[in-house]
């Protein structure tokens, strides 16, 4: 069992940054490959960017692809989102999820989300 808590959410204008952090429970995070979902009013849950346990390798969406950077911090059990140059449609609900899979494509666990808002 993991559990996840998002942190770092705000207000911001467009053009500023914001860090999210997703804190996770358990001794196994090491092995967890850990992902950034958003989902914004009215709108389906979008993937934004994953990190698996191994390398570890990195994947974004096309939409923050140059502008997001995922990391993670092991002993720390903490993975990031750091978004940069952010824009209206940014604008979100931000969830951090994860899976034992090497390749992270689906996820079993998830937080409770973030609010990020940015203002043009």
């Known amino acids: 069992q993991v559990q996840l808590v998002e942190s770092g959410g705000g207000l911001v204008q467009a053009g500023g940054s914001l860090r999210l952090s997703c804190a996770a429970s358990?001794?196994?995070?090491?092995?967890?490959?850990m992902g950034w979902f958003r989902q914004a009013p009215g709108k389906e849950r979008e993937f934004v960017a994953a990190?698996?346990?191994?390398?570890?390798?990195?994947y974004y969406a096309n939409a923050v692809k140059g502008r997001f950077t995922i990391s993670r911090d092991d002993a720390k059990t903490t993975v990031y989102l750091q978004m940069n140059s952010l824009k209206p449609e940014d604008t979100a609900v931000y969830y951090c999820?994860?899976?034992?899979?090497?390749?992270?494509?689906?996820?079993?666990?998830w937080g409770q989300g973030t609010q990020v808002t940015v203002s043009s």
């Open positions: 990190i698996n346990w191994r390398a570890p390798s990195t």
């Open positions: 999820a994860a899976t034992p899979k090497l390749l992270p494509l689906e996820y079993d666990y």
């Open positions: 358990g001794r196994t995070f090491s092995s967890y490959s």
